[in-house]
C-alpha cells in the first residue's frame, strides 16, 4: 500500500503537487486522456486528504471539494479513468469509488471482499464509503450477537405515493432497535458497542431520554442499527425474519450455545434467597416460537403474565454450570454469578 502511493506521489510532481494549486474537476473533464484524469482524480484525492488529514474519506466529503455537484458526476469521472479496473458490482457508487482509493495506494473497504461470499448480502454504497465492514465468517461472538439482534425489533419507513393512478411503496429506510433499560448501560458500553465497533466498523445510534409515567421518572434508552449492508447480513445471511413471531433459535452445536447467550444477555435477570441464585429469562409474548424453543432446551414450565413469560433456567449451583455451556457477556448478570461462585454469597452490584 505504502509503496503504491509513494509511486503515485513521485508521477504527480512530489509532494510539492500535492500542496500546490488545489484541483478542480468538471463533468467535461471526462474528455480528457485517461491517463491526465487519472492524475487529476488521485492528486485530487491526496489533496482532500492533506486538506485535513482527520476528516473520513466519503463520497459527499471529495465531491464537494473536488467541486463537483453530484456524486454521480464524480462517478463518471472514475469510470472513465479506470474502466478496466472498476469491480463487477460496478453500480454501487462506493466500488467506483474504492477503485480510486486502491489506486491511490489506500485501503480498500473490507465489505467488497465479502460480497461474493453472502450472495444474499445487500449493500449501499453509504456502507462502502462508510468503510462498514462484514465478518469474512460466523464465529461465536457473531452467533451471540444474533441473539442480541432477534431480541430487538425490525422497523421498516415506508412512503405511499401515488405514480399517476397507482398507488406506490418506497422503503425509505429499515433498521433494528433494541431497547436498553439504565441498569444495562455497562452491557452497552462494554460489550455491545465495543462488538460492532470492531466487527462492522460501525457504532449504532442510541437515542436517550427521560420518561414519566404514572410519576415516575425512568430513562428511556434505544439503541438503532440502520446500515443497509449491517441489517441485510443479520436478516438475509443469518436468517433472523422480521416479524418476532417467527424468530427461532437459529445455528446449530457451538454457535447455538453463543447464540441462546445472546438472548440471556438481554433478556436474563437473577434473584437470589440467602446464597441461592436463580437464573430467568423475562421474554415478551410475541416471540411465540422462541419461547417454545427456551422452554424445551431448559425443561422447565414457564410462568405466564400478561406482558412477560418467565423461563427459569437453572438454580442453585446449576447456574454456574449453565454459563460454562452459555457464554454470556452482560457484566449485571455474569459479575455476581462469578462473585457468588468463588465466595459463595451473593452480591448484587449497582450497574
Request: include cysteine; proline fraction near 6%.
Amino acid at each position: 500500500m505504502l509503496e503504491r502511493a509513494l509511486s503515485w506521489l513521485e508521477k504527480l510532481g512530489g509532494i510539492e503537487a500535492v500542496m500546490g494549486k488545489r484541483i478542480i474537476l468538471r463533468k467535461r473533464d471526462v474528455n480528457l486522456p485517461q491517463e491526465e484524469l487519472q492524475r487529476r482524480l488521485i492528486l485530487g484525492l491526496y489533496q482532500y486528504i492533506a486538506s485535513n488529514p482527520n476528516r473520513d474519506l466519503t463520497a459527499k466529503g471529495l465531491t464537494r471539494f473536488l467541486g463537483l455537484r453530484d456524486s454521480r458526476e464524480l462517478s463518471k469521472l472514475i469510470k472513465a479513468a479506470f474502466s478496466e479496473k472498476i469491480p463487477p458490482h460496478f453500480w454501487i457508487l462506493g466500488s467506483v469509488i474504492n477503485t480510486l482509493r486502491r489506486e491511490a495506494g489506500m485501503d480498500n473497504s473490507y465489505i467488497e471482499e465479502v460480497v461474493e461470499k453472502y450472495p444474499r448480502l445487500k449493500i449501499s454504497y453509504m456502507d462502502i464509503t462508510g468503510d462498514v465492514r462484514i465478518p469474512p465468517k460466523i464465529d461465536g461472538n457473531v452467533a451471540r450477537s444474533a441473539g442480541w439482534i432477534s431480541a430487538s425489533s425490525y422497523t421498516e419507513e415506508r412512503c405511499d405515493y401515488m405514480k399517476g393512478e397507482e398507488p406506490q411503496t418506497n422503503r425509505q429506510r429499515h433498521y433494528y432497535q433494541l431497547s436498553i433499560k439504565k441498569k444495562n448501560l455497562p452491557f452497552l458500553e462494554l460489550e455491545f458497542l465495543p462488538f460492532f465497533e470492531e466487527y462492522f466498523n460501525y457504532t449504532p445510534i442510541i437515542k436517550m431520554a427521560f420518561l414519566e409515567t404514572q410519576g415516575i421518572t425512568f430513562w428511556d434508552i434505544k439503541v438503532r442499527i440502520w446500515r443497509r449492508a449491517i441489517v441485510s447480513f443479520y436478516r438475509d445471511v443469518i436468517g433472523i425474519p422480521n416479524r418476532r413471531e417467527e424468530r427461532t433459535i437459529l445455528f446449530d452445536g457451538e454457535l447455538r450455545r453463543y447464540f441462546i447467550a445472546g438472548l440471556i444477555d438481554i433478556w436474563g435477570w437473577l434473584t437470589h434467597h440467602n446464597t441461592r441464585i436463580d437464573l430467568k429469562l423475562s421474554v415478551p409474548p410475541e416471540f411465540k416460537k422462541i419461547i417454545r424453543e427456551l422452554v424445551l432446551e431448559f425443561n422447565h414450565k414457564p410462568k405466564i403474565a400478561p406482558n412477560r413469560i418467565t423461563i427459569r433456567l437453572a438454580s442453585g449451583r446449576k447456574v454456574f454450570e449453565l454459563i460454562e455451556k452459555y457464554p454470556i457477556s452482560n457484566p449485571r448478570i455474569l459479575l455476581p454469578i462469578l462473585w457468588c461462585k468463588e465466595r459463595g454469597e451473593f452480591r448484587k452490584w449497582p450497574l
